[in-house]
């Protein structure tokens, strides 16, 4: 089957963002294909390179670039959810005149309609907020 | 066919909207803040191991069954539509 | 895109006390934009996204009731109420931004059973 994830919650907050990406490793080790990973409003901030989190909490960055590297997962952010956030790729910070790239380089930053065709092109959308 | 991924505590809105609209044929996965609804005894739901044990619920379970994340995979292979409430 | 498949957006935010009522939007408009069927339902505290007279200048940022005002102009299927929630804040659901279609528990379960894909926000 062909899954694709929209990622809403925060890799500081809550839950989601870790379920999603435990939810992305084990439906890749039961043989299914992950079309594309979209992180949509606060989720967009799972594509901080620059967040520094307490060094006895797990890496919530690491997982993604895993799934990236390894498994060749397309990783999207929201442009417009990304931009407010301060998520800036190596073409937004220039554009804007910022000091440079906030988001890691395992992340894309594209439009909403990279979520609507993953939504075409996949047999499961599956949401994760909270 | 819903698959309802139920991830707010029984005091939110969120709560209750989910339960207005299920039926018999759905399915639920209590996960994140949706584990404490376990203390309410809610019917045929199901939970991620991993949360429950984080909210210390394990061992007050009562009538719903746990998953791991094997089994919530395999949940959204059975049902085609996935509905997120948090 | 591979085929049209039909998209529902459900939106249960307040308009202006998170990001997500925006977003939820965006979604939905993104969809018509690209010429995929959509949906909207707002359910539970989205219903009061439809106030009319919201002045959102006041606090400085895009006015949701006149974005929503002007879904007629995109391709949005159709806009769904819950009529609970309506009820509870005492809203007029004729008397609102944009006219939508009450919708009881069950009617929402058919729109999410009839769609092939759901968007909960």
């Known amino acids: ?130 | 066919m819903i698959l309802h991924t139920l991830a707010t505590t029984p005091g939110r809105d969120a709560f209750d909207n989910c339960l207005a609209i299920l039926s018999p044929e759905d399915a639920v996965v209590l996960l994140g803040d949706g584990v404490y609804a376990g203390i309410r005894k809610t019917e045929a739901c199901k939970r991620l191991r991993a949360d429950a044990l984080a909210a210390g619920l394990i061992e007050r379970l009562g009538p719903i069954t746990v998953v791991d994340m094997e089994g919530f995979v395999s949940l959204t292979e059975r049902y085609p539509r996935q509905l997120g409430w948090y | 895109m591979k085929d049209r498949k039909t998209l529902l957006v459900i939106v249960r935010q307040s308009p202006y006390g998170s990001s997500l009522a925006r977003a939820s939007l965006d979604t939905a408009l993104a969809a018509a934009a690209l010429d995929q069927p959509v949906s909207l339902l707002f359910l539970g505290d989205g219903v009061l996204q439809l106030l009319p007279d919201q002045h959102s200048e006041a606090i400085g940022v895009k006015n949701i009731g006149r974005l929503l005002g002007s879904l007629p102009l995109y391709d949005i299927e159709s806009v769904y109420i819950d009529a609970g929630a309506a009820a509870r804040y005492q809203l007029d659901t004729k008397d609102l931004v944009l006219p939508v279609k009450p919708v009881d528990p069950a009617a929402v379960r058919r729109l999410i059973n009839d769609c092939d894909n759901v968007i909960g926000f």
């Open chain 1, 1 to 130: 089957m062909i899954y694709s994830l929209l990622v809403l919650s925060s890799p500081a907050s809550g839950h989601g963002a870790r379920t999603a990406a435990a939810f992305a490793r084990c439906i890749l080790s039961r043989g299914h294909q992950l079309y594309r990973v979209f992180f949509l409003d606060a989720g967009t901030e799972v594509g901080s390179s620059v967040a520094v989190l307490p060094q006895d909490e797990a890496d919530r960055l690491r997982p993604w670039i895993d799934l990236s590297e390894q498994h060749g997962v397309e990783l999207v952010l929201c442009i417009s959810s990304a931009l407010k956030r301060g998520m800036l790729d190596e073409n937004g910070s220039r554009r804007h005149e910022k000091i440079g790239p906030t988001a890691h380089p395992a992340f894309i930053v594209s439009g909403l309609g990279q979520l609507h065709d993953a939504a075409a092109n996949s047999d499961r959308l599956i949401t994760f907020g909270g």
